[in-house]
């Protein structure tokens, strides 16, 4: 992999400017900058060589043609952002919602790593990782333990060989996040040696406990768990704290409760802002158009956060917790050169961003974009395969029921299925879960997702299979068929047209496209289906949860109809034979 750290000569050259026998590329004068370990704003100058800060302080360096000196006078300088808990997959992908965030100052992701682990052997997706550390940008990782779904062939797959090497990269820092928590408690030792393994190395544990009891925190604490991004009150909060958690707080699609939560803490007067840090938890693109970590650093703000603290929680206290300030969090001396350059204090979103110290940003404009990734890595969605009339039989006896945009539980059928076209006087529309490669299929009825949606197909799901909803099963063959055409997306049929289409390129789940026009894709997408009845909050979590078993209450997965309470599949895959 890419080493993170300088080579020798780097090391003795940024030496030699220090001692002004050499000239840094970049000076930043008369620099206001915050400084983490003291708490306070601090006056001076910043030396940057290569993507390094030689030196913060008073004094000036050996300065040639080659140096670029610019006066920061009047503006504040803050570390680069950090996003500790990134899904970097939601329609998008990594390196576009990299170069997205960045132009808000976010200029480091910690990041899921189970789409790359499910799709990849290591060998191809550690190329993949080494190719994005080499961005102006920094990349972190996190290792799944669990699939977060009854993925067949998981214990294939999740292997200790095949997790050991991840946990074994340096740009890999935590495990988790924990899903499988259940299992772990009743007694799964494989889980159990990869955390001890994560541990040994410094690694942290995320974990995944919403509504998590007292008791059951303190088991997972003795498990090894170190923190938690689920608190939903704040009496949750507290509970984790008094546990010696990490607490990560949310404002999500799903869940944005940022505000509530901060409100709470600052009412409360607890004095605990220097052990928080906050993340947008894999939010769909249009909910990121008022930024990344710049969004949750003004909502910490505006909810009466100290400007000092809500800052740090986007940076040093990241880089803290996470054992990385001596690289990040910090603009001190050795740092990598992550700076946001502020027009106001209360003002988050940067007029220049600086990140491994390039210019990404500069007078309030984008000067540079991250280059593209090749993607060819991933294999294309090649649906080989072709639906049959076979394949449209719905005779389950019970369906699963939307409680929520992500909660399902079961209801019992008692619509007629053996028709073309289900009632628009219901919500009720057939479902099937297909697989990828033609194999298994697992069909039902699902009840609340919309009244007037005819035919609907998603390649965008836990695992990569394909999801197809609607009133009427000719259109739910064609939206299947024109997004097998796009190889891979999330297609809207009405009476045999297309009527909304967001194409799916990289592995049939992420977009290729900058995130601006993806967010027009995406909410043309859901004024689509919201206008034929979805009353939910987020239909794309829609499609990623419903197969995650770490949610109650039946699932449908690659196994069958899963019973997440009594552990159990209700009705198996149909084989298809092919």
């Known amino acids: ?208 406990f919403p509504g998590a009891s007292e008791k059951t925190l303190a088991r997972m604490k003795l498990l090894g768990a170190d923190g938690d991004h689920e608190a939903m009150t704040v009496d949750e909060v507290e509970t984790r704290l008094l546990h010696g958690y990490g607490v990560t707080l949310r404002h999500s699609s799903i869940r944005p409760d940022l505000p509530e939560l901060l409100a709470g803490i600052v009412e409360r007067e607890l004095n605990v802002f220097d052990k928080l840090m906050m993340t947008t938890d894999g939010s769909t693109p249009v909910f990121h158009k008022d930024g990344v970590m710049d969004m949750c650093i003004q909502i910490a703000l505006d909810a009466g956060v100290p400007a000092i603290d809500a800052y740090m929680m986007a940076s040093y206290n990241v880089a803290r917790y996470y054992n990385l300030t001596s690289l990040h969090g910090l603009i001190a001396t050795g740092r990598y050169a992550d700076l946001n350059i502020l027009d106001a204090i209360d003002n988050p979103v940067p007029s220049g961003v600086i990140s491994k110290g390039v210019w990404l940003k500069r007078d309030g404009e984008k000067v540079r974009s991250l280059d593209e990734v090749d993607w060819s890595v991933l294999p294309e969605l090649d649906l080989e395969f072709e639906l049959t009339d076979d394949d449209f039989q719905f005779s389950m006896p019970f369906g699963v029921e939307m409680v929520n945009d992500v909660i399902t539980k079961p209801y019992s059928v008692s619509v007629d299925t053996n028709v073309e076209r289900l009632s628009k006087e219901h919500s009720e529309s057939f479902l099937m879960l297909l697989d990828k490669n033609g194999k298994w299929r697992v069909n039902t009825l699902i009840k609340g997702f919309a009244t007037e949606v005819d035919g609907f197909a998603s390649s965008y799901t836990n695992t990569g299979d394909i999801v197809l909803i609607g009133k009427s099963r000719q259109d739910m063959w064609q939206a299947f068929e024109e997004m097998k055409r796009l190889k891979g997306g999330i297609v809207l049929v009405e009476d045999g047209e297309t009527i909304c289409q967001l194409p799916l390129p990289i592995g049939g789940i992420m977009s290729d496209l900058p995130m601006e026009s993806l967010m027009e894709q995406e909410s043309k997408l859901k004024d689509a289906l919201k206008a034929r009845g979805y009353e939910h909050g987020d239909a794309v979590y829609t499609l990623l949860f419903l197969m995650a078993t770490h949610l109650p209450y039946v699932r449908i997965t690659q196994k069958g109809i899963y019973d997440v309470m009594n552990k159990t599949i209700l009705f198996p895959a149909f084989m298809r034979g092919q």
């Open 1 to 208: 992999m890419v080493n993170p750290l300088w080579r020798n000569t780097e090391i003795r050259k940024q030496l030699k400017i220090v001692s002004k026998e050499l000239s840094p590329d970049l000076v930043l004068t008369n620099a206001t900058y915050l400084h983490g370990i003291f708490k306070k704003w601090m006056n001076g100058n910043i030396w940057i060589d290569g993507d390094r800060i030689v030196y913060a302080g008073q004094d000036m360096p050996k300065i040639d043609e080659t140096t670029e000196v610019v006066d920061v006078s009047g503006k504040w300088i803050v570390p680069g952002y950090i996003e500790p808990h990134v899904h970097p997959y939601q329609l998008y992908n990594p390196q576009q919602f990299a170069d997205y965030a960045a132009q808000g100052g976010t200029t480091g992701f910690i990041s899921d790593n189970l789409p790359l682990f499910l799709a990849l052997e290591n060998e191809k997706a550690f190329t993949f990782l080494d190719r994005m550390a080499e961005l102006p940008f920094t990349f972190y990782w996190w290792t799944r333990f669990d699939s977060q779904t009854e993925l067949v062939g998981e214990d294939q797959k999740f292997t200790s060989k095949a997790v050991g090497e991840w946990l074994e990269r340096p740009d890999v820092i935590l495990g988790g996040e924990l899903t499988g928590w259940p299992k772990l408690l009743a007694g799964d030792d494989q889980m159990l040696y990869w955390i001890q393994k994560a541990k040994i190395s410094l690694k942290k544990i995320e974990g995944h």
